[in-house]
């Protein structure tokens, strides 16, 4: 399974966007990025997914990047309750989903 | 959208006794779910793959014998935390999949488990 890194924790202003990255530099080609979130004490939520083409949802916009290596998820205005841990998940469907660290995010009044 | 519930939300027990987790997929037919644990400040961890009709399939360093499972329904899978101590004590989250693609897996709200 790829491996990903993403920062422990930032921090957005209500109302702006945030921009969330991963990197998954050894992600294989059949794999997708699979976003999900989780709040305090909740089961995580599915955001968005994608293979190679940038997706966009009522959610979220995921930007991949050419080589794959890395992806970016943009809550385009954020609020008060997107406060949550984010997760970047590569993911071989079929398989087993396997969480990583993930982000920590603050969004703040 | 789909919907899977746990339960109980909490539990306290016993060290020593025994506790059984439910996990249901409400609307849809569950042909795999899986259980997860995650301790205070940590990511979630994948215990353990639980497929109908056959046995569930644990994780490297998941006890089977202590962490028992049961799918015997396309809707049902439990978790049945055997001789509980408190070192099991932790949150622990089923998801239900009706298919291959992993946005048709839907997580439980979790139950926390406390063994005093």
């Known amino acids: 399974d790829a491996k990903t890194t993403q920062p422990p924790s930032m921090d957005c202003a209500e109302g702006r966007a945030a921009n969330l990255p991963c990197n998954h530099s050894?992600?294989?080609?059949?794999?997708?990025v699979y976003w999900y979130r989780q709040i305090h004490s909740q089961g995580p939520q599915y955001i968005i997914h994608?293979?190679?083409n940038n997706e966009t949802n009522e959610m979220a916009s995921l930007i991949i990047t050419e080589d794959r290596k890395s992806s970016t998820l943009i809550l385009p205005h954020a609020t008060l309750r997107d406060t949550a841990v984010y997760y970047c998940?590569?993911?071989?469907?079929?398989?087993?989903?396997?969480f990583g660290q993930g982000t920590e995010l603050s969004v703040k009044p | 959208g789909a919907v899977v519930s746990q339960h109980p939300s909490w539990v306290i027990c016993k060290s020593g006794t025994s506790v059984k987790i439910e996990c249901r997929s409400l609307?849809?037919?569950?042909?795999?779910m899986f259980w997860y644990r995650q301790f205070p400040k940590q990511s979630l961890m994948l215990m353990a793959t639980s497929n109908e009709g056959s046995k569930a399939t644990y994780e490297q360093g998941v006890e089977k014998d202590k962490f028992l499972i049961n799918h015997a329904s396309l809707t049902l899978s439990t978790l049945t935390v055997t001789s509980a101590h408190p070192e099991d004590s932790s949150f622990y989250i089923c998801?239900?999949?009706?298919?291959?693609?992993?946005?048709?897996?839907?997580f439980g709200q979790g139950t926390r488990l406390t063994v005093v």
């Open positions: 609307d849809f037919q569950a042909t795999t």
């Open positions: 998940i590569p993911y071989n469907q079929g398989g087993k989903l396997i």
């Open positions: 998801s239900a999949s009706r298919g291959a693609r992993v946005n048709e897996a839907f």
């Open positions: 994608g293979l190679k």
């Open positions: 050894t992600i294989s080609g059949n794999e997708y």
